[in-house]
């Protein structure tokens, strides 16, 4: 049988014990609700700011990939003086793979320059993801928040 000091001790320590894991619950239920949408969610439809073409992105292998699926005749017009005679049908992302925190890493295209960088795509919602393409090791960087296209 335990004293009155040591019954004293338990119950506090059983208390503190139950509040510690109702408090761990709270903040891993809070973690899942904030973690980025799920690779899956990548895969779709997406369109640049400027509306100009539209890009479906799949799986590839273990990455991600994306091909040019629609585009405007400017663009198609700005990626043949770079150099890209069909713009239709490229691919301008390549290699994406999860970087960890809802970052992929990968490659990407640009037509109109002719130019392929790094790339990374982090997605902010289901339906909003930032793609960011540097080359020259890092010096010449361009960022686009790309919307998903209803189908």
Partial sequence: MLGQAEGTIFVTYHCQ????KRTLLILSSLALAAAPASAQALEGRWTNPKR????RVEKCGTAYCGWVVQATEKAKANARKGGTPSLVG?????GLRPAG????KGKAFVPKRNVHAAATVRQIGDNVMLVKGCAMLGLLCDEQRWTRVKS
Avoid: D, K, P
């Fill in 17 to 20: 014990w139950t509040r510690m």
């Fill in 52 to 55: 100009s073409v539209v890009v």
């Fill in 90 to 94: 490229t691919q301008i992302l390549s």
């Fill in 101 to 104: 925190a809802g970052l992929y």
